[in-house]
């Protein structure tokens, strides 16, 4: 007998962060999530996501012990925007048994129809750039810190459960960072830079903090990914919170602009791979030693792997060529670094200006995720 029970303290909270730890303790694929990042993300008075959503979150029971967990989250803005009625599943884990899942599932969707909502998706967060998707080929692959990672018999529960459909699927590349700069990448960003004069910046750190780059940085995501799938519109406050997570610890070199004249056109984001790091601290906790690990990876860049966070151009650059100009730049970086793979985030398979940018390196689709949608 499944028992759901919703989170209402911080001991519950505290449970459901756990579960996930517990259930994925050894597997060499799976990354622990940093703690403190789960727990700010989840807490409404520490995630500014709350402004515009409506979240709780449900645990299962079965003789006692915690068999599985999953959040319910409304998202008005993106509703909104999407002209929806929609309910999200998203930190959705459990056993393997279909009662707990079906159960899990059947709590979101209760609590949805009883606000109003007609259909229930995910797994999704609270905004973009929370994790997204439900892993579907790739198990085998090391995960990420930024995708969710979940056993092959996830995906199969979603077949036997009924009515969830397929509504969109990410993909990620695996990309091998070649020893040179590809030709075609040189004779467009040539071409770029005399043709429409746009140019490769590097901030300082001034520059990103002080002068407010960094927080264009994420105005221009609010303009690059406004018609992806389930995107909700950054606010002002969680624009801040993500210069306080991202830019502030990034290394500049890593983070590349496009400027058409003072302009910013583009951006490319991207870390050092921080997930053998993640797998060597105590379920995601800095300490006692878990800090160490996370700063070999941040200055030392001890890593073969580097991530490609995120990569924005508005549109009308697009056709230009000011995604050349990115690769271009950050392919040395990489060279410099010594990275010798990139791993990109995830891509709708349906974008395939996004995808076609591959075709000059050595890349490879290496991991699927994908969201359900069923009506209520």
């Not at 060499?28 to 409404?44: G, W």
């Not at 993909?171 to 004069?197: A, H, L, N, Q, S």
């Not at 140019?199 to 300082?204: A, E, G, M, P």
């Not at 860049?301 to 490609?308: A, Q, R, W």
Request: aromatic content about 14%; proline content about 3%.
């Amino acid at each position: 007998m499944v028992e759901i029970r919703e989170v209402t303290d911080k001991r519950g909270l505290r449970q459901f962060i756990q579960f996930y730890y517990d259930l994925y303790r050894g597997d060499d694929c799976a990354v622990p999530f940093l703690y403190f990042d789960e727990e700010a993300t989840l807490r409404s008075d520490k995630n500014p996501s709350f402004e515009c959503c409506e979240a709780t979150y449900f645990l299962a029971f079965k003789d006692g012990k915690v068999v599985g967990r999953v959040a319910a989250i409304i998202n008005r803005r993106a509703n909104e925007r999407w002209n929806c009625h929609q309910v999200r599943f998203g930190w959705f884990d459990f056993i393997d048994d279909t009662e707990v899942s079906t159960a899990l599932l059947k709590a979101v969707e209760d609590w949805g129809r009883q606000r109003g909502m007609t259909e229930i998706a995910g797994p999704l967060g609270f905004i973009d750039t929370d994790r997204e998707g439900m892993l579907v080929e790739g198990f085998d692959q090391v995960s990420t810190m930024y995708v969710n990672y979940n056993y092959p018999y996830y995906p199969k529960h979603m077949e036997r459960i009924g009515g969830f459909k397929k509504d969109n699927d990410y993909v990620e590349c695996k990309v091998k960072v070649p020893e040179k700069v590809p030709e075609k990448f040189e004779k467009i960003t040539e071409m770029v830079r005399r043709r429409y004069g746009l140019r490769v910046h590097k901030f300082t750190r001034h520059e990103l903090i002080e002068e407010g780059y960094g927080r264009k940085v994420f105005d221009l995501l609010n303009a690059t990914y406004k018609d992806l799938y389930g995107f909700s519109q950054l606010s002002d406050r969680q624009i801040d919170k993500l210069v306080n997570d991202y830019i502030k610890i990034a290394d500049l070199n890593l983070v590349t602009a496009i400027m058409d004249g003072d302009k910013m056109v583009g951006f490319g984001i991207t870390f050092p791979s921080f997930s053998k790091a993640l797998q060597k601290t105590r379920d995601g906790r800095l300490l006692p030693f878990g800090w160490w690990h996370l700063l070999k990876i941040l200055k030392w860049h001890k890593t073969p792997v580097v991530d490609l966070l995120l990569i924005g151009v508005l549109p009308e650059y697009r056709s230009k060529g000011a995604n050349a100009l990115i690769f271009d730049d950050l392919i040395r970086q990489f060279q410099a670094y010594g990275f010798e793979w990139a791993e990109t985030g995830p891509q709708m398979e349906s974008n395939e200006g996004v995808l076609s940018q591959w075709q000059y390196l050595e890349a490879t689709i290496h991991r699927r995720h994908r969201c359900y949608r069923k009506l209520l």
